[in-house]
Nanobody
Framework: QVQLVESGGGLVQAGGSIRLSCAASGRTFSSRAMGWFRQAPGKEREFVAA????????SYADSVKGRFTISRDNAKNTVYLQMNSLKPEDTAVYFC???????????????????WGQGTQVTVSS
């Protein structure tokens, strides 16, 4: 089992930066690919970024490529999402998620992630 807790959300002006953290409990964090998803009001949950268990491969949605960076620290059981050059359309609740099975590849599909955090709100003002 993996429990996930996001933090770091808040209100930021357009063009600003914010870093989200996702702290995981459980012994299998370091063997799981991790993802960040987001959901804006009235919209479907969408993929943002993912990182393989070793940190050696990442994947990004086209809408955030070049602006967001996903990283992980397996010693701290934490995954991060550094968000730069934020836009009002980045406003959403951001969720981190852990993949199953262990040592699986990165995935952009929410259905491949079996453990989810409660989400943290990011609001970007224009």
């Amino acid at each position: 089992q993996v429990q996930l807790v996001e933090s770091g959300g808040g209100l930021v002006q357009a063009g600003g930066s914010i870093r989200l953290s996702c702290a995981a409990s459980g012994r299998t964090f370091s063997s799981r690919a991790m993802g960040w998803f987001r959901q804006a009001p009235g919209k479907e949950r969408e993929f943002v970024a993912a990182i393989i268990w070793s940190g050696g491969a990442t994947s990004y949605a086209d809408s955030v490529k070049g602006r967001f960076t996903i990283s992980r620290d397996n010693a701290k059981n934490t995954v991060y999402l550094q968000m730069n050059s934020l836009k009002p359309e980045d406003t959403a609740v951001y969720f981190c998620a852990a993949r199953s099975p262990a040592y699986g590849p990165v995935s952009t599909a929410a259905a491949d992630y079996h453990y989810w955090g409660q989400g943290t709100q990011v609001t970007v003002s224009s």
